[in-house]
């Protein structure tokens, strides 16, 4: 395979990974929001639910709704259970006192005293009293089918109702009675009570909930088509919003007509020992009356038009994903892990922000879906392109070493450089070394060996620049250009470009000798060397860049290379170099007018080494 279908292979990964991770933060997101999500997933998205309902419900007095209460004090003075006669001497004062409707949440599966069973039957056929009866939603082997089940609304298919596979019904003394609603519940997995069966669906019949059944009976309004599935109760209001009066109080005349006047009366029990308790969002014991009081606040701020308008709660939270995922796709390759996870958390603590606002207007968006899709990324979108900006920095160290000596390259890493290649202006030493008659050397060898000769020469330059911890700045096809002093500056910047010289002269003759074995003609190198301030670093376009010096020095040191053709010397030195070399002896060559210059410099060359020509 070939270098650039390796590349274009491996950019394809890359588009495909990064493609399957937008692709899957966005599914985790829409997965909580579709029916028959995990379990584990769901409680997730209820319990951040029932974080924003502990917070967000008020203390609101509800001036509609009348809660009697047969509690432990009531209980005390008359234990349960109570005779029929009681219960109706409660709906009649109710009743008297101009009660726009009661419902008993109290169930009359038997019969009782005589007195009272007929009163309470007569309550249920002339007046505004509505009994209560109880649903199944669990399939058993044996279905239950307790008493006398009360009359509903023909339905050949259950639609959105929730299908009932038994029942607990009144005795037959309350067949006559013209309102029956609904107490049967199903708590989520966690025991906790977040819906309720808005209405129920058994054997070709629709039966409301115990509240729907309240407001069809006596709120004075039209009934509604029954129609609905498990409701969300909305808990918008603590316990102490509303109206409660203690049975006995009632019974003893302690409860006044204005209390009661043009209410709507739930009858139930909070008591422990009568049972009827369940845990919902705003309590882990709560009176089952209660809840029945709070979704029969919510249908009448429905029916006054108060309850908070309907969002497209899902599609935003798909929308704020999809957002987040797009601007991710942009942060991830380019900020560091640290900010990508901090980005993250911004947008989850956003997110947390505008659920606080939707979750009131959408009870069946699933909030912590974005949640889901942030942690995601989280885990594996950030340590992938950490994972994908490591790879790169190897690939980029590799290639730096082949122009950088290891140590520099090793004592870049450690320095506290924020940014070690930008453009600096620094000290430095540069070298430039070419072959001598190269175009005669070349012009009788086929390409083959040309190619080889060029090699095999340019090996013998290379070595010494990186043993001397020199920085390669390029080649120019049978010569190169090498730097001391940067990236990182080196008092021995020429003193090293010196070694280095010494060194390559070395390498050359030994080749030079090997090909000579041949019946090759010799070789000879031409070196320039100059010091001096010059800007060192990172230059280029967005489309190619290199590490490179520039400055007078450098244009020194290239025609000083070109001047060595006029010397018996294979290297020429210019003044700065010799000014700031410490470890090395030099030979004056007088001075020599070069190209470009104004005024001519004083040139020279190592004394140790012996001319050649």
């Not at 997933?41 to 047969?70: M, T, Y």
């Not at 629709?206 to 069809?216: E, G, I, Q």
């Amino acid at each position: 395979m070939t270098i650039s279908a390796k590349l274009r292979a491996h950019l394809s990964t890359k588009f495909l990974s990064r493609t399957f991770i937008a692709a899957t933060a966005v599914a985790l997101c829409a997965w909580p929001q579709l029916p028959g999500a995990p379990a584990w997933l769901e409680l997730g998205n209820e319990w951040l639910r029932d974080r924003f309902v502990q917070l967000q419900a008020v203390e609101k007095h509800d001036p509609r709704i009348l809660v009697v209460d047969i509690d432990e004090t009531s209980l005390a003075r008359q234990p349960w259970p109570w005779p029929r006669s009681r219960i109706a001497e409660m709906v009649e004062e109710l009743v008297a006192g101009g009660a726009k409707g009661v419902a008993l949440d109290i169930f009359l599966e038997k019969p009782a005293d005589a007195e009272g069973d007929a009163r309470l039957a007569m309550l249920a056929q002339h007046g505004p009293l509505v009994l209560a009866q109880m649903f199944d939603y669990v399939q058993r082997p044996k279905p239950l089918a307790g008493a006398f089940l009360g009359n509903g609304v023909p339905a050949t298919a259950p639609g959105d109702a929730v299908p009932a596979y038994g029942y607990l019904g009144n005795h037959s003394g309350l067949q006559q009675a013209r309102y029956f609603g609904n107490i049967g519940v199903v708590p989520d997995a966690d025991g906790v009570l977040r819906r309720v069966p808005m209405a129920s669906w058994y054997q070709g019949r629709l039966y409301p909930t115990l509240s729907r059944a309240l407001l069809d009976c006596c709120s004075g309004a039209a009934a509604l088509p029954l129609q609905g599935g498990h409701v969300r109760v909305p808990y918008a209001r603590t316990w102490d919003s509303y109206d409660v009066a203690k049975a006995a109080d009632l019974l003893e005349g302690r409860v006044g007509p204005e209390y009661i006047k043009d209410r709507l009366v739930l009858i139930g029990s909070s008591s422990l020992s009568i049972g009827d308790r369940v845990a919902t969002p705003l309590g882990a014991s709560t009176a089952g009356l209660l809840v029945h009081a709070a979704m029969l606040g919510t249908q009448l701020d429905e029916r006054a038009g108060l309850a908070p308008a309907r969002w497209p709660g899902a599609a935003l939270a798909l929308l704020f994903t999809l957002g987040i995922v797009v601007l991710s796709s942009y942060t991830l390759p380019r900020l560091s892990a640290a900010a990508n996870a901090g980005m993250l958390a911004a947008a989850a603590a956003g997110w947390l922000g505008l659920a606080w606002v939707i979750a009131p207007h959408d009870p069946n968006v699933a909030l912590a879906g974005p949640l889901l899709s942030l942690l995601f990324m989280l885990a594996v979108a950030v340590p992938f392109h950490w994972q994908q900006a490591q790879v790169r920095s190897r690939q980029l160290l590799g290639t730096l070493r082949q122009y950088v000596a290891k140590a520099v390259v090793d004592e870049l890493l450690r320095s506290d450089l924020k940014d070690p290649l930008a453009p600096r202006l620094l000290q430095v030493t540069t070298l430039i070394a070419d072959m001598e008659g190269y175009t005669t050397q070349v012009e009788s060898l086929s390409l083959e060996e040309a190619a080889k000769l060029t090699t095999d020469f340019l090996d013998c330059l290379t070595r010494p620049v990186l043993e001397m911890q020199g920085t390669l700045d390029k080649y120019t096809g049978d010569g190169l250009v090498a730097f001391w002093g940067a990236p990182l500056p080196n008092e021995e910047h020429a003193d090293l470009a010196l070694d280095a010289a010494q060194q390559i002269l070395v390498e050359v003759a030994r080749f030079s000798a090997l090909r000579a074995q041949r019946g090759l003609p010799p070789l000879r190198v031409r070196i320039g060397i100059e010091s001096g301030a010059a800007m060192a670093g990172d230059y280029g376009t967005s489309f190619r860049s290199i590490y490179t010096a520039v400055g007078d020095s450098v244009n020194t040191a290239s025609r000083l290379e070109q001047a060595g053709r006029d010397y018996p010397y294979s290297v020429i030195i210019g003044e700065g170099t010799v000014e700031r070399a410490r470890r090395h002896r030099f030979l004056p060559l007088g001075e020599r007018q070069l190209r470009g210059k104004e005024k001519p410099i004083k040139v020279y060359t190592l004394d140790t080494l012996e001319a050649q020509r």
